[in-house]
């Protein structure tokens, strides 16, 4: 399987998931330093799993498809792709910059585009696959300063259910995850009175962990949905219903 973002949150979460049932797993991720990508690594190797890291832009579409041309040149098929890596460039509309706004755009939507196009054909010819895209709840539901992380998120779930009628017939399934709160280094960042207010909000009265989310993506990667398709799943307690 191959996974965006897989170096730490939710990603590293789902490496472990897919690693728990002897997945070869490739990750990419972003950042210069190397720490936390090796810190998923240690802890797969760890459960005697193969598993790489490699650093990619997802934002870049050249990049993206050199990458994939590479796996799949080497390995021949990718059976699941995760598209989860993302990113805040919050800032209320008024004072949102046009960088503010590209970035989010750029590497939430546009990246999961890059990786869902250049992995698609090879799923084509094996006839089988499975796509899951990391949406949010904020897709859904909007939130102020998230104008642009809400836009990309929204975009995602009309891609997935677009991208899903196409490949329906081809033994490829597409979906969506939309996470609520999760105890992540992203909602790290939120200040204290936004997490209040959130967690006001949430029924079940707690922030869900990234295992939570993991479950989920690896349940709709399994045999067992073979017939789920074009479904946004939210794991969120109750903070959108
Ligand atoms: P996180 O802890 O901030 O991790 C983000 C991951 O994305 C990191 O692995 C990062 O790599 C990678 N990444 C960022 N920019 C990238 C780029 N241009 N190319 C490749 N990789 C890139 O985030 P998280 O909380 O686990 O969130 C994971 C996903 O769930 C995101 O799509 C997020 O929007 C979504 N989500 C999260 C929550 C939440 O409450 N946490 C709720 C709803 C949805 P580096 O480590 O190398 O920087």
């Not at 590479?70 to 805040?88: K, P």
């Not at 919050?90 to 869902?116: I, P, Y």
């Not at 949010?136 to 998230?146: F, L, M, R």
């Not at 399934?173 to 999760?182: D, L, R």
Request: some cysteine; aromatic content about 8%.
């Amino acid at each position: 399987m191959v996974i965006t973002g897989g170096s730490r949150g939710i990603g590293r979460a789902v490496c472990l998931r897919f690693a728990r049932e002897g997945a070869r797993i490739i990750f990419v991720h972003y950042d210069p330093d190397d720490l936390k990508a090796n810190e998923t690594l240690g802890l797969v190797d760890k459960m005697d799993v193969e598993a790489r890291a490699r650093k990619l832009d997802i934002s870049s579409f050249g990049a993206v498809e050199a990458f994939f041309q590479e796996v799949v040149g080497e390995f021949q098929r990718v059976d699941v792709l995760v598209n989860n890596a993302g990113i805040t460039r919050d800032a209320f509309l008024m004072r949102m910059s046009e960088d503010q706004w590209d970035q989010a755009l750029l590497v939430n939507l546009k990246g999961v585009f890059n990786c869902t196009k250049a992995v698609v054909k090879s799923m084509v010819k094996e006839r089988s696959g499975r796509i899951i895209n990391i949406s949010s709840v904020i897709g859904q539901i909007g939130n102020i300063g998230q104008s642009n992380y809400a836009a990309s998120k929204a975009g995602i779930i009309g891609f997935t259910k677009s991208v899903a009628r196409e490949l329906a017939t081809r033994g490829i399934t597409v979906n969506a995850v939309a996470p609520g709160f999760i105890n992540t280094e992203m909602t790290e960042k939120l200040p204290d009175k936004a997490r209040e207010t959130f967690l006001a909000q949430i029924p079940m009265g707690r922030i869900g962990e990234p295992d939570e989310v993991a479950e989920v993506v690896y349940w709709l990667a399994s045999v067992t949905t073979n017939y789920i398709t074009g479904q946004v799943i939210h794991v969120n307690g109750g903070l959108y219903m």
